[in-house]
C-alpha cells in the first residue's frame, strides 16, 4: 500500500481520521506533530514560544523525510514549504480534507494548543483562504469533511482507496 498523506487546514481532522483509518486498514499511523512533539520533548505551543515557528518548520520537514508508517497526518502548516509538498508528491497519495472555514472555527472555539489559531477572526481567514490554494495545488484527491462524522469519512477514504 502506497503511503497515504492527509492534509488540511488546522481542526480539518487528519489527526483523528489518521487515527481512525489506521483503526480500520489495520495499518500504522503516524502524526507529524506528535513525532515533533516526542522528538523535541515538547508541546507545540512551547516549540513556538522557545524555538519560534521557523525552528517548528524545521523540525515538521524532518519529521516527514523520518516517519515510515503508511498514513501520515500532517500538521496544517506542511504545505507551505516547496520541499514537502514535493516529497509527499514524490512519496505517496495526497488526501486533502476540505472544511469550510465556519466548521473549523466551530470545532477550534475553545482550542488553546494551536499558537496559529491564537490570533484574530480576520488573521485566521486570510491564512485559510491563502492556505486552502496550497492543499488544492498540491493534493491528488480531496474529501469534504462538513457535516460528516469521522467515522463517514474515513469509510469514504477506503473507498476511495479501493478504487
Ligand atoms: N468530521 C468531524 N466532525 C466533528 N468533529 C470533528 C471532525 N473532524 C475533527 N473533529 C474535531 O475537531 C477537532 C480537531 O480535529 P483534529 O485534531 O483531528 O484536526 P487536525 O486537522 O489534526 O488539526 P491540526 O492541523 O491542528 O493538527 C477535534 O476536537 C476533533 O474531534
Ligand atoms: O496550521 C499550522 O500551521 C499548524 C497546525 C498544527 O497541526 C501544528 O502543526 C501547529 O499548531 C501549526
Ligand atoms: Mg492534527
Redesign the pocket.
Known sequence: MTTIYLI??????????GKKLSEMMDVTQADT?IFVEEKHQMSIADIFKNDGESAFRTYETEALKQITDKII?T??GIVEKDVNRSFMRKNGFIIY?QTSFDTIAR??QNDQE?PLWQKNMSDQKKMYERRAEMYKSCCDYIVV?DN???NE?AKEIINLLKC
Not at 488540511?8 to 481520521?17: A, E, H, Q
Open positions: 488540511g487546514f488546522m481542526g480539518s481532522g487528519k489527526s483523528s481520521i506533530d497526518s500538521g496544517g480534507l470545532r477550534l494551536r469533511t460528516k462524522s469521522i469519512i
